[in-house]
Antibody
Framework: QVQLQESGPGVVKPSETLSLTCSVS????????WSWIRQPPGKGLEWIGY???????SYSPSLKSRVTMSVDTSKNHFSLELKSVTAADTAVYYC??????????????WGQGTQVTVSS | DIVMTQSPDSLAVSLGERATLNCKSS????????????LAWYQHKPGQPPKLLIY???TRESGVPDRFSGSGSGTDFTLTISSLQAEDVAVYYC?????????FGQGTKVEIK
């Protein structure tokens, strides 16, 4: 069965770039849309974006100017970069497999999540 | 963006009783061309990742107990837990995947009364 695991720094300084990687096991990266979702403390879930194995990506309009996603099929992982972070980017970041339908996706399964705190 | 609104924000139900959670979308997430409804439900327990329960508004994900059921079409949806168990304590989210960006409701917290 497919498993996802996020990795990356737990603390990022304001104005710097947040970088996370999601390692996927049990499933090649082809076919699905590999996604990032976050949950700020005390708030709900926010979709950040997804990337297809070909490298084609779709991002949340509210984050589009700061987000870049990439995929490495040889290592079976995909990555997130979020530039110019502020305290508002403090959240638990999840990676998830996106299953395509119509214009977008639903998500299953999800990684365990990784806490990222923006602080100097 | 399609706005998803869940009600109530929290719900306390006795063990073995029925829990009814509601989700409303700001526009229809059902397609008349293929008769599909683009709505999913997730269960989120503390310290765990969200878990898909239901997709296509009423299709249970493999392994999900049959006490969980989803219904609705258009703009109004319901997740029903027919007989609440202790392990069902969680926050439940609905999500539309009819149009991009995919959006989630704010969640309904289910507790034991």
């Amino acid at each position: 069965q497919v498993q996802l695991q996020e990795s990356g720094p737990g603390v990022v300084k304001p104005s710097e770039t947040l970088s996370l990687t999601c390692s996927v096991s049990g499933d090649p990266l082809s076919t699905y849309y590999w996604s990032w979702i976050r949950q700020p403390p005390g708030k709900g879930l926010e979709w950040i974006g997804y990337i297809y194995y070909s490298g084609s990506a779709s991002y949340s309009p509210s984050l589009k100017s700061r987000v870049t996603m990439s995929v490495d099929t040889s290592k079976n992982h995909f990555s997130l970069e979020l530039k110019s972070v502020t305290a508002a980017d403090t959240a638990v970041y999840y990676c998830a497999r996106g299953i395509a339908a119509n214009a977008t996706v639903w998500f299953a399964p999800w990684g365990q999540g990784t806490q990222v705190t923006v602080s100097s | 963006d399609i706005v998803m609104t869940q009600s109530p924000d929290s719900l306390a139900v006795s063990l073995g009783e029925r829990a009814t959670l509601n989700c409303k979308s700001s526009q229809s997430v059902s397609s008349s061309s293929n008769n599909k409804t683009f709505l999913a439900w997730y269960q989120h327990k503390p310290g765990q990742p969200p878990k898909l329960l239901i997709y296509w508004a009423s299709t249970r994900e493999s392994g999900v107990p049959d006490r969980f059921s989803g219904s609705g079409s258009g703009t109004d949806f319901t997740l029903t837990i027919s007989s609440l168990q202790a392990e069902d304590v969680a926050v439940y989210y609905c999500q539309q995947y009819y149009s991009s960006p995919p959006t989630f409701g704010q969640g309904t917290k289910v507790e034991i009364k």
